[in-house]
């Protein structure tokens, strides 16, 4: 069983940065490909970004390319989601997931999923 715990919202500026933090326990880290998913009011969970399990493949919905980044440290079993010049429309609930030996695409069914951090962005 994986326990992920994310960390690091809070209420910003539009164009404003935050940094998202995953930490993952009870399990091993390294086998899982890990995705950021974000749900706004009203709206159906989508997916944002995902890393496969050693970092070398990174994937984005349209939306967030090149503002956003997904990275990992193995060794501290943590997952995290760069957010530069952020917009209203990236208002959500930030939730990250585990993949057990998946590739970090938005597509796949994840296996264990965090309680969400909250994203809230001012104009």
């Known amino acids: 069983q994986v326990q992920l715990v994310e960390s690091g919202g809070g209420l910003v500026q539009a164009g404003d940065s935050l940094r998202l933090s995953c930490a993952a326990s009870?399990?091993?880290?390294?086998?899982?490909?890990m995705g950021w998913f974000r749900q706004a009011p009203g709206k159906e969970r989508e997916f944002v970004a995902g890393i496969n399990n050693s970092g070398g493949i990174t994937r984005y919905t349209d939306s967030v390319k090149g503002r956003f980044a997904i990275s990992r440290d193995n060794a501290k079993n943590t997952v995290y989601l760069q957010m530069n010049s952020l917009k209203p429309e990236d208002t959500a609930v930030y939730y990250c997931?585990?993949?057990?030996w998946g590739n970090g695409s938005g597509s796949r069914v994840y296996d264990y999923w965090g309680q969400g951090t909250q994203v809230t962005v001012s104009s």
């Open positions: 009870g399990g091993t880290f390294s086998y899982y490909a």
């Open positions: 997931a585990a993949d057990y």
